[in-house]
């Protein structure tokens, strides 16, 4: 809201760091994304609730891309998330630093994650019946499913470390 109003500097986010208002909402949307997958994914495996994965991966798929093309439009048009990083202690001006290279290993997660769980939520609907139950496509949807649940996990984690570097450090 606040750099709506043309302002890229404090105070926009809401956890009290440096973070942006978009920024602190993915931190914190990660904490509730994580689990809610977890969960989906023990109801599949342990309680064959086939159906009710099926919403939860699709439900999550379709709030992370609301998120994500939220924090694009406020990253790319709005908040300048260097100015806000620049009083970090791991943070230096015009060269390579500690802040940049947690970004850039974050990124090596986000990025083959998204079109991953792209990849995986296309192909379970076209593949596996409906409604949802084992069949031909199950070894295939396992074995890209855990890789994009791995990827995810590791997307919030780099993400967070990178949140905690950039914007929490003093
Ligand atoms: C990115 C999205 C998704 C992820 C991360 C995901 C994750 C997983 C994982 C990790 C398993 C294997 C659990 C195990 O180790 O046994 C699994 C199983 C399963 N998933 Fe998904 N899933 C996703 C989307 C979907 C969708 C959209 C559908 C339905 C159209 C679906 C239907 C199933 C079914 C039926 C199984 C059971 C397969 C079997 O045991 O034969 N999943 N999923």
New binding site residues.
């Given amino acids: 809201m606040w750099s709506l109003l043309g302002q890229t500097t404090p105070p926009t986010g809401f956890l009290g760091a440096r973070g942006s208002l978009m920024l602190d909402f993915v931190f914190l949307a990660m904490f509730g994304i994580v689990p809610l997958?977890g969960l989906?994914?023990y109801l599949?495996?342990y309680r064959r609730k086939?159906t009710v994965?099926?919403i939860m991966?699709?439900s999550?798929?379709l709030t992370l891309a609301v998120a994500v093309a939220a924090f694009e439009i406020d990253m790319r048009l709005f908040t300048d998330w260097e100015k806000l990083a620049a009083s970090s202690p791991y943070y230096i001006a015009g060269q390579w630093n500690t802040v940049w290279y947690s970004l850039l290993v974050h990124l090596c997660f986000a990025i083959p994650t998204t079109f991953?769980?792209i990849f995986?939520?296309v192909q379970?609907?076209r593949k596996?019946p409906?409604p949802?139950?084992?069949?031909d496509y199950?070894r295939q949807?396992?074995f890209w499913?855990?890789l994009?649940?791995g990827g995810?996990t590791m997307t919030a984690i780099t993400g967070w470390i990178f949140y905690y570097l950039a914007f929490v450090a003093s």
């Avoid at 949802?132 to 069949?135: D, E, K, N, T, V």
Wanted: proline content about 6%; glycine content about 4%; hydrophobic content about 60%.
């Fill in positions: 997958m989906s994914i599949v495996k086939y994965h099926k991966q699709i999550l798929g991953l769980w995986v939520i379970a609907v596996i409906a949802p139950a084992p069949s199950s949807h396992i499913a855990r994009a649940a995810m």
